[in-house]
């Protein structure tokens, strides 16, 4: 994995879902990380519900976070149903956190 993507990761996972104790990334929600020219990122995300009550303000963290990495210019964010999220996408490590 390059630095560039190791840095994308790190500040993700600096975003907690608002109503579970687990960072997004270690919860499933980024499907895809993509790194075009070290200038712009492509990420492919999705909430846990569609009536998720952050579903505006999630995706705009993710973003903003992301454009605080030295030499990203821009951050192509796209909000994704398909496919559903379900808790198996979570990593083992937020199993453990929420006893599951």
Do not use: Q
């Not at 499933?28 to 790194?35: A, C, F, P, S, T």
């Not at 705009?60 to 808790?87: A, F, H």
């Amino acid at each position: 994995m390059s630095k560039l993507k190791e840095k994308i990761i790190s500040e993700i996972k600096k975003i907690y879902d608002p109503e579970i104790p687990v960072n997004i990334f270690e919860l499933g929600l980024i499907y895809k990380i993509d790194i075009l020219d070290n200038k712009k990122v492509l990420i492919e995300m999705t909430l846990t519900s569609p009536n998720c009550p952050v579903a505006e303000s999630l995706p705009n963290s993710v973003k903003e976070n992301i454009l605080k990495i030295d030499g990203i210019k821009d951050v192509d964010l796209k909000l994704v149903w398909d496919p559903p999220w379900t808790k198996d996408k979570m990593s083992e490590a937020a199993k453990l956190e929420l006893n599951l």
